[in-house]
């Protein structure tokens, strides 16, 4: 069987560094490994608008700052193909047969749109759209016939609605389409990286995140204020390591090799953390360890961005190349729909 990655992200803002370590990194290691047949990297456009169709022009703005950081992060559009979804007519095509297969209670039973739901308060006014949106999703993935989609762990429930819509299809009109596969960051602090304030998600209504554009200082200041241990007060206090979101960062970014480098006095990450739970070691160490190891990942990224940002024109080109070429294969694969479905009524030429 083909080998088919696709991955995709919503343009409501810039990306940070929970979508680097939870999903970015991991593509671009899938990436350069070149173990697939294909690989797709989507900006979900459409899917953003379900939950920000009064506010378009954010969508439209934050396509462009996405496709740079794809670029900084080292996406190269030599090796995969980048595209905007609402440049995919196909997808909604697929997404309108789709919904015949889902229930209004299986989609209100989906717990990452439940809470979604709640965040964004549309309560007992949900809008259709917002709510099929894993109908959607769906499409994005068997569209392009993908078989492994590499997420964090908010998006399994989605994966396992897919994975339902597929075997209803090929149940009822025949196998058709492939049931795709989630693939998780292997380190588990990775699933869900919380913000800087110890909330439980970055996110950018939380204004709790750092991007992965954000300059050296902001990033600096930013690690100054995060959240660590209340009861440490003085550094002879002994500390907490669990729930310290320097230590949370510490568990996604750190290496052993930062140790040689930054802070040779430890060998290793379980050395720093038993100096902070007995006590003598103050926040302000850690946090320049961390800042440290931070601006050593973030600095090329950010550097690349500088490159591409200057070119933004070339960079919308290479979006609509892309997505000239994730159009047909989803035309193709809407073909087998059709046929398989019985809808194929001009390629039969009778009814
Ligand atoms: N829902 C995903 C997110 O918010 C974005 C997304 C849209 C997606 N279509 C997809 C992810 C298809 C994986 C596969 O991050």
Redesign the pocket.
């Known amino acids: 069987m083909k080998k088919t990655i696709?991955?995709?992200?919503?343009p409501t803002g810039k990306l940070h560094i929970g979508h680097f370590v939870g999903s970015l990194s991991g593509r671009v290691k899938l990436q350069n490994a070149g173990d697939y047949d294909q690989m797709y990297v989507?900006i979900?456009d459409s899917?953003a608008l379900t939950d920000n169709f009064g506010n378009v022009q954010k969508v439209r703005d934050n396509i462009i700052e996405v496709a740079l950081d794809y670029l900084a992060v080292g996406l190269d559009p030599a090796k995969i193909t980048m595209f905007i979804?609402s440049e995919i007519a196909e997808l909604t095509e697929m997404t309108f047969y789709f919904m015949n297969l889902v229930t209004l209670a299986r989609l209100q039973r989906n717990p990452t749109v439940k809470d979604e739901v709640k965040q964004r308060g549309f309560d007992n006014s949900i809008p259709m759209g917002f709510l099929a949106?894993p109908v959607s999703?769906t499409a994005?993935?068997v569209g392009f016939d993908a078989t492994i989609?590499p997420?964090?762990e908010d998006?399994l429930p989605?994966l396992e609605q897919s994975r339902e819509i597929v075997r209803s299809f090929n149940n009822l009109y025949g196998e058709t389409l492939f049931e795709p596969k989630a693939l998780l960051p292997e380190n588990k602090t990775c699933l869900r990286l919380p913000g800087i304030d110890g909330k439980a998600k970055m996110s950018k209504s939380l204004n709790n995140c750092i991007y992965l554009s954000d300059s050296a200082d902001v990033v600096a200041e930013k690690v100054r204020q995060m959240y660590t241990d209340p009861t440490h007060i003085k550094v002879s206090d002994p500390g907490h390591v669990e729930g310290n979101i320097v230590f949370t960062y510490l568990d996604a970014f750190c290496e052993p090799r930062h140790f040689a480098k930054y802070l040779p006095e430890y060998a290793n990450l379980d050395e720093l953390k038993a100096h902070y739970e007995r006590g003598g070691l103050g926040d302000v160490k850690i946090k320049k360890f961390l800042n440290a190891i931070l601006d050593e990942i973030l600095s090329p990224i950010r550097e690349h961005r500088r490159e591409f940002e200057k070119d933004k024109g070339a960079v919308l080109d290479m979006l609509f190349k892309g997505s000239d070429r994730a159009r047909q294969v989803a035309a193709s694969v809407m073909d087998r729909i059709k046929s398989a479905m019985g809808i194929n009524y001009r390629k039969d030429n009778k009814l």
Do not use: F, K, P, S
């Open positions: 696709l991955t995709a992200d919503r989507m979900a899917q979804q949106y999703q994005d993935i989609v997420v964090g998006q989605m």
